[in-house]
T-cell receptor, first 122, second 111 residues
């Protein structure tokens, strides 16, 4: 498809259950990001992938959160033992990548966002 | 830690009026992005500002960046109802590629 896709669009789960959220980036985009949007916290960064590796996981709120990316494409965000405070919209974004190591030569990083997964934990 | 502050957070304005949304950030960065979000929708990229003094315009919206003041502005000219949405500024971290977002400005344009 032309844009970033995410599934499911809505997920309702019971507290304590595990959930998996999926993101399909724009074809050819090497960088992939997960963000979370909630009323109280706004938009928060969770994790960034370049290819299949995750050089920045600093935004993951706890060890119940993990993510992986395979084949440099699809990514899955897993939340174990969900809590009510995990309720939010989880947004995935992709960008064409960061090119060279030196900041001054890397291409800019316009991120394109998917429609999000609305997670409700009861 | 990179902090991004937007103001105002809520803005109600009449059609035809002009207004400016401000985005301040706390540490050096030369990459700033503006996004629009309609209710229940995802984020749509509006502007990418890559250097000090950058100015971009699209229709009734104009964005600028002053990296020395760590300030970006989004100026709305002769507002129309279709501009009603939430506008976010986002600053790229120097230590990586993730974006830190402001809390958003919820804009309502009324007749």
């Amino acid at each position: 498809g032309a844009g970033v896709s995410q599934s499911p669009s809505n997920k309702v789960t019971e507290k304590g259950k595990d959930v998996e959220l999926r993101c399909d980036p724009i074809s050819g985009h090497t960088a992939l990001y997960w963000y979370r949007q909630s009323l109280g916290q706004g938009l928060e960064f969770l994790i960034y992938f370049q290819g299949n590796s995750a050089p920045d996981k600093s935004g993951l709120p706890s060890d119940r959160f993990s993510a992986e990316r395979t084949g440099g494409s699809v990514s899955t965000l897993t939340i174990q033992r969900t809590q009510q405070e995990d309720s939010a919209v989880y947004l995935c974004a992709s960008s064409s990548g960061t090119g060279g190591v030196e900041r001054r030569v890397r291409s800019y990083n316009e991120q394109f966002f998917g429609p999000g997964t609305r997670l409700t934990v009861l | 830690e990179l902090k991004v502050e937007q103001n105002p957070l809520f803005l109600s304005m009449q059609e035809g009026k002009n207004y400016t949304i401000y985005c301040n950030y706390s540490t050096t960065s030369d990459r700033l992005y503006w996004y629009r979000q309609d209710p229940g929708k995802s984020l749509e990229s509006l502007f990418v500002l890559l250097s000090n003094g950058a100015v971009k315009q699209e229709g009734r919206l104009m964005a600028s960046l002053d990296t020395k003041a760590r300030l970006s502005t989004l100026h709305i000219t002769a507002a129309v109802h279709d501009l009603s949405a939430t506008y976010f500024c986002a600053v790229e971290r120097n230590s990586g590629y993730a974006l830190n977002f402001g809390k958003g400005t919820s804009l309502l344009v009324t007749p």
